[in-house]
């Protein structure tokens, strides 16, 4: 039977991929590859034919088939990832079993660092990596979104669950108040602009690589301050052409639905409201008896969405010039109807030797992004899509008798007059983002000398973005509007280096030195209009708007020139030392402040390789770590230091003239952001390095803070940039890893844990720096506060003092003089996690392998600004079952009661009562899959093949009360507005069938 499921799987694939096979006229070598001592099988070993491009690749059970001709003199080569090769010769033996030994060396690993790489065993600063096989472990739309979790020191926020959602990204904390606080992202060697690589697909990338202290991101300086991440795409092999292919097919589901009160809750509830307040109540006992459960407005808005992905990876080569050519078609759709994203990409990599001196490399990227958004998010009463959808009226259906839409504002007198039928935005508003996408590098490498290589490299990332949006003369009061805006962007980058590399006898010296040029060129357009005859032509005829708006553009251009330099110095692979400058000119500073001077230094001893080490048995290796450096953040836009000139329009005479005055802003001498890191690890491996541990301890104080300090209107100015102060940062990384069982059996796991503490040393004359307002008619406040010995973006509000008589919110009098005021306030929660971690385990026996890995944030509060909204008792909202249940009443005056008296008069403050514990912990993914041993089928035409099913937040463990706890809804690179949640598009969870499959 079970031979049959095999072949019936194998006739399958075939089917689906439409290839056939041939039988090889040759002899067939077949075996199993184990690990020396536990027997253990090795799959995914490469066993090739030497001096030629025949190879394979071992199965789950370590077992391989390979053809050979003129067998006499045929050489087998065994190697895999972590163990000694081996060459054998075939001779007249058709079995050949194979036991490899583990390699001792396997720290010497090479990692990519700042235009360069090096052997982990080498490193002096601290970096983490991610690779492949982890980065693939989901389908997603970002892949900073596989990050979470997985490397110490690294947070990643989902800011919302909409398709293609922007993701934060913060590196041992917030080092920045104006600028952004996002990582620098460098592809291939290209430093990309903005703070999401949404370029790239999971399937495309070999390796991520973090730099996190400053010895390691300084050789970037003024863009190093929040980390760097260096990513890594797949690249060619010298031998046989390989095929890759991985697919997969999702349907995502909301994790949780509000539970909001029924029709029949809801009337008995304003009915309350209305004999509270003295007016008439608004239904009759008959029409609340006939009413039942009503309409859950959640049904109509949200639903089961498909999403697909599919890679194809071609590599191969010879030992001159290797390729890998990629495509991949990535298509999701949201959870809330008319909600997508769909992203198509080619990728191209060649490394090719012209000569023994002279080589080249070309990476290229092509990327087309189409988004349907609808984050309708924030807002108040109903007045958008997501506040639509909590507190549309139970008691009504989307529909009128005829067919139209339901005019929910005019449906109830003591109704909100905001509330919109869903149905409009889902049906009646597009907002389409069409984004093309270009990322090319290419270099020439030239060795005189085998210790001396020259690189020449240049390369340019163009984005061309066009938004559409358009509101439809259906739409509730509307008569049709539309507006369209383009952005294009071009950086151009040119950098020359220098490397030298050298061995004198026990000393090994690695030097680097070099200049860079790289601009950045951006210009905007956009056009509107409202007022339209007809919706056919949407947004491709603007000017037939009745009302056109007043159309608008910008250029902004900016450069960076850099010199920097590198000496790594390793002596007898014990005493490693690395020193690093780099000095950066940017045209966004004013003269006499251009230049910044970014200077790191390293340390390390690899305390396993002294001779008193050798009686430490249980410990295979040891090596202790510190660094010191700087780095910056410009954190200003071009321009910011002059005094620009601003147009209007103005009255003269009856006729209107074009003016140019002086902006609001007072151009300032600024100097750059600088941080200094100190950072002191370890890195140590126990029992033949089954299982490794890295830690590491540091301190990060950024000076010169940037921020707008309001000016006194006396000056004829409102505001201006200044250097206001200080920041600290300051944590303990901890990251364990470990082979735990290498039998038939295997498992091995890994997890991470990362502590950061920050505060706000110093800000200029000791001023707070208040976040955004927030207004949502209800209330009309800021929510964070940057204060000096408190951390970043805390939480600012009253603190509630239980009810009056009448069931009021009273709130706690902290000044004692007698009256509430904002000085009352105080510090109410803080969005700041105490702790983030990560476990991944990893279960493999025969063909199958069991994956699960679990992520999670500890101590950190959200405001729920969404939970106002189930105090806004005037307006006739729909709010959760939780108010009707738990609220003060005149039967009940329940002290303890959850919620205020039901009146138009209940007046609320920002307060604690809108934070909530966002501690959480998700099964973030969890996978089964199957290896199908083609090789034992005798199938040689495919290499391996793996189905799986797998599921992606399946699980959340969390006190949070909405819909899900990984929220960040006014997130982004600010660091102030953090850990709100304002009606945001709620995260999915999702099970996913795929395969992968290699031939």
């Given at each position: 039977?079970?031979q049959?499921?095999h072949?019936?799987?194998?006739i ?5 991929l439409?290839?056939?096979?041939g039988?090889?006229?040759s ?11 536990d ?15 025949t190879?394979?690749?071992?199965d ?28 054998i010769?075939v001779?007249?033996?058709?079995v ?24 982990k065993?080498?490193l ?6 991610v ?23 690294v947070?990643v ?8 959602g922007?993701?934060s ?32 697909n999971?399937a ?16 970037y300086?003024?863009?190093?301050a ?14 046989r052409?390989?095929v890759?292919?991985d697919?997969s ?6 994790r949780?639905k509000?539970?909001l009160?029924?029709?029949r ?8 409201q209305?004999?509270n307040d ?9 029409q ?15 639903r089961k ?6 890679s ?19 298509k ?10 769909n992203?198509?990409?080619?990728r ?17 990227m092509?990327t087309?992004?189409i988004?349907?958004q ?9 007045g ?26 005019t449906a109830?007198?003591?109704?909100s007059?905001v ?18 996408k ?7 490498i030239?060795?005189?000398i ?11 990332e163009?984005?061309?973005d ?15 509007s539309?507006s ?11 950098e020359n ?13 690695s030097?680097?030195a070099g ?29 037939s ?5 007043i ?64 009686d430490?048995?249980f ?13 910056g953040?410009q ?7 002059l ?14 003239y074009?003016?140019y ?10 100097k ?10 370890l ?14 301890y540091y301190?990060k ?5 940037l921020n707008?300090v309001?000016?006194?209107s006396s000056?004829?100015?409102?505001n201006?940039?200044?250097?206001v102060g ?35 040393v110093?800000?200029?004359g000791?001023?707070?720096?208040l976040?955004?307002a ?6 009309n406040?800021?929510v ?12 600012y509000?009253?603190?509630e ?16 003089d007698?009256t509430?005021?904002?000085k ?21 026996y025969?063909?199958f392998d ?11 509060d959200?405001f729920n600004?969404?939970?106002?909204g189930l ?13 009707y ?12 009661a ?8 209940t ?8 934070v909530?514990n ?6 973030r993914?969890?996978?089964?899959a ?11 035409w ?8 797998s ?8 006190k ?7 929220i ?13 949640d ?18």
């Amino acid at each position: 039977m079970k031979q049959h499921v095999h072949k019936w799987l194998v006739i399958c694939l075939t089917t689906l991929l439409g290839c056939s096979t041939g039988w090889a006229q040759s002899v067939a070598i077949t075996g199993q590859v184990t690990a020396a001592g536990d027997k253990a099988p090795l799959p995914g070993t490469t066993v090739s034919l030497k001096g030629t491009t025949t190879g394979t690749t071992t199965d789950a059970s370590g077992n391989y088939r390979i053809s050979v001709t003129n067998r006499e003199n045929a050489i087998l080569v065994f190697s895999s990832v972590g163990y000694l090769g081996q060459e054998i010769t075939v001779g007249n033996q058709s079995v050949i079993n194979v036991d490899l030994v583990v390699d001792s060396r396997q720290l010497d690993e090479v990692v990519v660092v700042g235009y360069g790489t090096v052997k982990k065993s080498d490193l002096t600063g601290s970096l983490a990596q991610v690779k492949a096989k982890e980065l693939n472990a989901f389908p997603a739309t970002n892949v900073l979104q596989a990050l979470s979790g997985r490397a110490t020191g690294v947070q990643v926020i989902q800011n919302n669950g909409s398709p293609g959602g922007s993701v934060s990204v913060r590196i041992r904390g917030t080092s920045s108040i104006q600028g952004s606080n996002e990582p620098l992202y460098v592809i291939d060697g290209f430093p990309i602009n903005g703070s999401n690589p949404t370029q790239l697909n999971n399937a495309d990338i070999e390796s991520m690589e973090i730099l996190k202290d400053a010895s390691a991101t300084a050789i970037y300086g003024s863009r190093g301050a929040n980390g760097v991440v260096l990513i890594t795409t797949k690249r060619g092999k010298a031998g046989r052409t390989q095929v890759s292919y991985d697919g997969s097919y999702s349907v995502q589901t909301l994790r949780k639905k509000l539970d909001l009160m029924n029709a029949r809750e809801f009337a008995t509830f304003y009915n309350e409201q209305a004999v509270n307040d003295k007016v008439t109540p608004y239904f009759t006992q008959d029409q609340i008896n006939a009413l039942g459960n009503g309409y859950d407005w959640q049904d109509l808005v949200f639903r089961k969405a498909p999403m697909q992905n599919h890679s194809l990876n071609i590599s191969g080569g010879s030992d001159k010039t290797q390729f890998s050519i990629g495509g991949s078609v990535f298509k999701q759709d949201g959870i809330i109807k008319s909600s997508d994203y769909n992203r198509y990409s080619l990728r191209a990599n060649v490394n090719s030797e012209i000569s023994r001196k002279l080589s080249f490399n070309l990476s290229t990227m092509l990327t087309r992004v189409i988004t349907n958004q609808q984050n309708s998010g924030g807002g108040n009463r109903g007045g958008t899509l997501i506040s639509a959808v909590i507190t549309a009226y139970p008691t009504l259906t989307p529909y009128n008798d005829d067919g139209t839409y339901r005019n929910l504002a005019t449906a109830y007198p003591w109704g909100s007059n905001v509330l919109t039928n869903p149905l409009n935005f889902l049906n009646e508003q597009t907002a389409r983002t069409l984004s093309n996408k270009q990322l090319a590098n290419a270099a020439l490498i030239y060795k005189p000398i085998p210790a001396l290589s020259i690189k020449i490299s240049g390369g340019i990332e163009n984005n061309d973005d066009r938004s559409d949006s358009y509101t439809t003369r259906n739409f509730v009061n509307s008569q049709g509007s539309a507006s369209v805006s383009t952005t294009q962007f071009t950086s151009l980058l040119s950098e020359n280096t220098v490397t030298y590399n050298k061995s004198f006898g026990k000393h090994t010296v690695s030097a680097l030195a070099g200049f860079t040029y790289q601009d950045f060129l951006t210009t905007t357009l956009g056009a509107s209009g409202t007022g339209f005859i007809s919706d056919a032509s949407q947004t491709y005829d603007i000017g037939s708007a009745g009302t056109p708006g007043i159309p608008a553009s910008s250029y902004s251009k900016a450069s960076l020139l850099s010199y920097l330099g590198r000496v790594n110095y390793n002596f007898g692979d014990r005493y490693l030392a690395t020193v690093s400058f780099r000095a950066d000119g940017s045209s966004r500073y004013s003269d006499g402040n251009k230049w910044g001077y970014f200077p790191s230094g390293a340390l390390a001893w690899r305390v396993s390789n002294e001779d008193f080490f050798k009686d430490i048995r249980f410990m295979s290796d040891l090596k202790l770590r510190v660094g010191y450096g700087a780095t910056g953040s410009q954190a200003i836009s071009p321009y910011s230091t002059l005094n620009q000139l601003g147009s209007g329009k103005t009255v003269f005479d009856d006729a209107l003239y074009t003016y140019y005055a002086p902006g609001t802003r007072l151009p300032g001498n600024l100097k750059w952001e600088t941080t200094e890191q100190t950072d002191i690890g370890l890195d140590a491996a126990f029992l033949n390095n089954r299982l490794r541990l890295t830690a590491d301890y540091y301190i990060k104080n950024t000076r010169d803070l940037l921020n707008t300090v309001q000016l006194p209107s006396s000056l004829g100015f409102t505001n201006t940039i200044q250097n206001v102060g200080k920041i600290q940062n300051k944590g303990v990384e901890l990251g364990l890893d470990g082979d735990l069982l290498t039998g038939p059996f295997r498992w091995s796991v890994s997890g991470n844990i990362s502590f950061n503490r920050n505060k706000v040393v110093k800000l200029y004359g000791g001023q707070d720096i208040l976040g955004s307002a927030i207004n949502t008619s209800a209330v009309n406040d800021y929510v964070n506060i940057l204060r000096e010995g408190q951390p970043v973006g805390q939480f600012y509000g009253y603190v509630e003092d239980g009810y009056d008589d009448k069931g009021k919110i009273k709130y706690k009098d902290l000044d004692g003089d007698g009256t509430i005021s904002a000085k009352d306030k105080t510090y109410i929660g803080n969005p700041n996690p105490r702790f983030i971690y990560g476990f991944n385990s990893t279960m493999s026996y025969k063909n199958f392998d069991f994956t699960f890995f679990f992520q999670g944030s500890q101590g950190n509060d959200i405001f729920n600004i969404s939970s106002i909204g189930l105090l806004d008792y005037g307006f006739g909202l729909n709010m959760t079952r939780d108010v009707y249940n738990n609220h003060w009443s005149t039967t009940n005056p329940n002290p303890s009661a959850k919620y205020p008296i039901i009146s138009r008069t209940t007046s609320v403050n920002i307060s604690n009562r809108f934070v909530e514990n966002g501690s959480y912990l998700r099964l973030r993914t969890v996978q089964l899959a199957y290896n199908i041993p083609f090789q034992k089928l005798n199938v040689s035409w495919i290499s391996n093949a793996q189905i799986y099913v797998s599921g992606q937040n399946l699980l959340t463990f969390t006190k949070y009360s909405w819909w899900d706890p990984e929220i960040n809804s006014l997130g982004g690179s600010n660091s102030i507005t953090q850990g709100i949640d304002f009606y945001s598009y709620p995260t999915a969870k999702t099970v996913t069938v795929g395969i992968r499959a290699g031939f």
